[in-house]
């Protein structure tokens, strides 16, 4: 550059400088110009400081936000003017900003701030969309009347919009925003969304791998997975986010096979009818007829021949009408995503050593840590055995269990020679923890006594996570919090060798109310029922406690009443405390009730003289009963395991009541001791566990009156009535539940997410005279089929569920004293909320009941199979929706329906 070009440059900045000053002193007019000498500042005191134009803004608001102020000295011209503007201009509330100096007297100058606000939004409209979309959009951009339009708003609202609906696969989409009119109130937004079509994954292809299946491989894709018509629960949803953790997940899955280094070097995505044009490109330079596409929304094919001189012409010809195809293929639609990937060497163990340990062996460490020579090389699986596996078989479980909560291991690779790779066990052993101190957060209706009680950490003692684990199991079982919020936190004290424990909870609603109407023995019944699982008995005398019933003891109390008028009527109570004493777990119980059941014939009726007798067409079974248990948990064989004992006393009375019995009237008494040895080790969800299993063996005897009552019950003349006045009999269940996951998913805070789990299940049961001459007690015996609801038919027997046939259909119409019966149900969650457990199941089963034991048969059953849907709510407990096939024929009903619904109330009603 010359030196005349470089004077000729100065030149026009300076020109240009002077311009820029001379802007901002015409933003200073409003007075006579040759007040003003511009090329000598002079300093003014502001006398006076006013805003003109803030309709919405306060003015004092407006002029600390300048930094100006009255008395302040400044330079006119001068940089504070540019200053105070640029401050103002930040706040992104204004469309126009002016500063006028109104009058220069002296050394005084008055000036006049002169805004034009931004519009505020009036209101706005979505459109293009559903009604939930715009619901769900609406707590999203968060837009409120009265908020100052701006430019970011407008950029911000409208990339909000857009990733809305980019999340729900509407990769093309358009989002316009028009400013409409400008009403009294302010400014309507107009947001016009185009969504286009979801875009789906039509196919994954896997590029480079050819260790692991394809088909492996792609199990991986959990949320990215292919379109097909024939899986209806996979709609092939494209999601960023989701794909990242698939790309992760599929590294995962390699680096478990001992390819440590492997990558996915590079992928890419590509619309099919991208990949369409490529391959017509390619016919067409091949010079021979091709079909250009084919699809039922257009109808017919497309062909082309390229010959001779036109061939160019036809080439961009056929270009034009192949994407006048396309832009109406759904071909548009899809996907393809090509992963290109870098296998890598696969790497194997090999010498694992122990340092720093001295509490164990090395050989005992490497026995827990069950890797060999030669395993392949899995990091996944390493890391599981040296810390906090679930089934707690790791290292660090095996440490944490004997107090040591600060210990640490880390392993270290010291060679990697070829394939093989050799690791070092860098053990931090430390001091055993002293529990310190335990505390509850988040309890806010059950006592600190009913958590601590069930808590086995307790001061004074070692540190064990096995029974951090044990608690919250035990907690989550109680049923008076969320499984999903518990959580345990420890802060260790290292420089004491303690820890401090705190138990989070998080109260659900436990309490239930039913009132429900049924259907039962050809009549409607009603039920009004109240069951409070978080009982206060002390507290019940004390006015405050009632808020609105005294809780928080953990106490149970139940009341529950059955009716459809004269046909039944049935009343019940209950109350169990689960800790007796409140020292240890021994659990009391106590129940009442008494039903009727008639013809429907009042008790007495009017005679012909006008007295009330007893009506002798009435037909009436009457039974009262008291229970009285008592419930232990024992240590041995471990302590998951509990024996309950109940004393129970049943007295019936029958007026011309037919039924079941042998005789139509007269009482009989049934005295009965009953014991249940039970084992139950679930996990997870109370109303839908996650593992483990439920083991019961339970015993009912009556006294063995014929030993010693000197009736001779060979006597043909002895009656029923007699023969029963006091009922004995024998009567054995054993029940085995399992839960086993088939998935074993977890979220990202380390807890179970929803996975299948498999229960499976099976029964037995008999019941058996002490002396065959008295024979089979009319009580107590067992009736199956249906859904297992008992309609009002409460006369003593024992009803058990099979899906898929009539109500009590398989069984003799005076009931049968074997029974067997086999379940198998997979169960997947649609959600654990407490406030509504669902899931879903698919189930087969099976079971038959006979009279005598030599008709029982275990593998003489009557299958069916079918789908059904759980519902917990609180206030109602659970409610069952099933629909079942029965798959064999009954010879005694041979007209019964093959498929049926069924509907259940409670968790264990028709169970064996």
């Known amino acids: 550059m010359t030196m005349y070009k470089k004077l000729a440059f100065l030149f026009i900045i300076f020109l240009f400088s002077v311009g820029v000053k001379a802007q901002e002193v015409i933003q200073l007019g409003g007075i006579d110009s040759t007040a003003i000498d511009y090329s000598n500042p002079k300093e003014y005191t502001i006398s006076a400081i006013k805003v003109t134009g803030a309709d919405h803004l306060d003015e004092h608001v407006i002029i600390l936000l300048t930094g100006l102020s009255v008395n302040d000295k400044l330079e006119v011209p001068g940089d504070k003017f540019s200053t105070a503007i640029e401050n103002l201009w930040k706040q992104g509330l204004f469309e126009d900003i002016q500063i006028k100096a109104t009058s220069i007297q002296g050394d005084n100058i008055a000036l006049n701030i002169v805004v034009q606000e931004r519009p505020r939004l009036s209101k706005f409209a979505l459109r293009g969309m559903t009604k939930s979309e715009a619901d769900d959009l609406r707590d999203k951009i968060k837009l409120m009347r009265g908020k100052v339009v701006t430019d970011a708003l407008i950029a911000s609202t409208k990339y909000t919009v857009k990733d809305f609906f980019i999340n729900k696969s509407y990769l093309d989409v358009k989002v316009d925003i028009k400013k409409e009119e400008k009403t009294e109130d302010g400014l309507v937004l107009t947001i016009n969304v185009e969504k286009g079509h979801k875009i789906k994954v039509k196919n994954v292809n896997f590029i480079g791998t050819k260790s692991i299946n394809t088909f492996k491989l792609r199990r991986t894709f959990k949320e990215t997975k292919r379109k097909r018509w024939w899986n209806p629960f996979n709609n092939g949803k494209y999601d960023e986010d989701n794909y990242i953790k698939d790309k992760k997940a599929f590294i995962a899955k390699y680096n478990g096979k001992g390819f440590r280094d492997a990558t996915i070097v590079r992928d890419t995505m590509y619309r099919n009818n991208d990949k369409q044009r490529l391959r017509l490109f390619k016919y067409l330079k091949a010079g021979t007829k091709f079909i250009l596409h084919k699809t039922p929304m257009i109808g017919q094919d497309y062909h082309r021949t390229i010959k001779g001189k036109h061939s160019k012409l036809m080439l961009v010809e056929s270009f034009r009408q ?16 090509d992963m290109y990937v870098s296998e890598g060497n696969r790497y194997y163990f090999r010498n694992i050593s122990w340092v720093g340990n001295s509490k164990y062996t090395s050989k005992y460490l490497s026995d827990v840590l069950n890797i060999k020579r030669g395993d392949i090389y ?12 679930p089934t707690g078989n790791d290292i660090s479980s095996l440490y944490m269990d004997d107090g040591y909560l600060f210990f640490n291991v880390s392993p270290v690779e010291t060679m990697v020679t070829g394939d093989s790779i050799d690791l070092e066990m860098r053990i931090y052993e430390g001091k055993q923890a002293t529990i310190n101190k335990v505390t509850i957060v988040g309890n806010t209706k059950t006592n600190d006594h009913v958590i601590l009680r069930e808590i086995r950490t307790r001061p004074g003692q070692l540190f064990r996570r096995s029974d951090v684990i044990r608690s919250q199991q035990t907690l989550s079982q109680l ?13 260790p004290h290292p420089e004491n060798g303690t820890v401090d424990v705190e138990y989070t909870v998080e109260e659900k609603p436990s309490d239930q109310i039913e009132l429900s109407g049924g259907y039962g023995g050809g009549r409607i019944v009603g039920t009004l029922g109240v069951t409070f699982n978080n009982f206060s008995a002390r507290n019940f005398f004390k006015k405050d406690a009632w808020r609105p019933l005294p809780s928080g003891d953990g106490q149970r109390l139940s009341v529950r009443a059955q009716s459809n008028g004269l046909y039944y009527q049935s009343y019940n109570m209950s109350f169990t405390e689960p800790w007796l004493g409140g020292k240890k777990p021994n659990s009391f119980s106590v129940t009442t009730y008494y039903s009727v059941q008639t013809n429907g014939e009042t008790k007495k009726i009017t005679a012909t003289d006008g ?10 079974l009457n039974i009262f009963g008291v229970s009285v248990g008592l419930g232990k948990r024992l240590k041995f064989p471990d302590d998951y395991f509990t024996l309950y004992q109940e004393a129970d006393y049943q007295y019936y009375t029958l007026n011309n009541f037919g039924s079941i019995f042998t005789f ?7 005295i009965y001791y009953k014991a249940a040895l039970q084992r139950n080790d679930l996990r997870g969800n109370p109303i839908f566990p996650s593992g483990g299993s439920q083991i019961a063996l339970t015993g009912q005897w009556t006294p063995p009156y014929s030993a010693f009552n000197n009736i001779d019950y060979t006597n043909p003349a002895l ?13 054995y269940k054993f029940t085995s539940t399992f839960y086993t996951p088939i998935t074993n998913k977890r979220g990202q805070d ?3 997410a929803r996975n299948l789990i498999l229960k499976t299940s099976a029964g037995f049961g008999f019941l058996a005279p002490y002396n065959s001459k ?13 859904s297992g609801l008992t309609g009002y038919a409460l006369d003593g027997r024992e009803i058990i569920a099979l899906r898929g046939y009539d109500d009590q259909s398989l069984s003799p119409s005076t009931g049968a004293s074997y029974i067997t019966k086999y379940s198998m149900e997979l169960r997947f969650p649609i959600t654990t909320n407490p406030q509504a457990t669902i899931f879903i199941l698919g189930f087969a089963e099976a079971g038959n009941s006979w009279e005598t034991a030599k008709q029982f048969n275990p593998f003489d059953v009557y299958r069916s199979a079918g789908l059904g849907v759980r519902v917990y709510l609180p206030m109602f407990g659970l409610l069952g929706f099933d629909y079942g096939w029965r798959l064999d024929d009954v010879p005694t009903n041979p007209t019964m329906q093959k498929g049926q619904f069924h509907f259940t109330i409670g968790a264990s009603i028709g169970e064996l």
């Open 664 to 670: 139509s009237n007269g009482y009989s008494n049934n």
């Open 322 to 337: 192949f994407h006048a195809v396309r832009d109406t293929t759904y071909y548009k639609r899809y996907i393809t995503i």
């Open 611 to 620: 007295s009330r007798i007893a009506n002798p067409n009435r037909q009436s």
């Open 378 to 389: 899995d990091q996944e699986n390493l890391d599981a055995k040296l810390f906090n596996n």
């Open 719 to 731: 009656s029923d009535q007699d023969r029963y006045k006091y009922v004995e009999y024998q009567k």
């Open 750 to 752: 380390g807890k179970e």
């Open 479 to 491: 049923g008076y919090f969320d499984p999903e919020k518990m959580n345990v936190v420890p802060t």
């Open 774 to 786: 008295v024979g089979i007690s009319p009580f107590e015996r067992f009736y199956l089929g249906g």
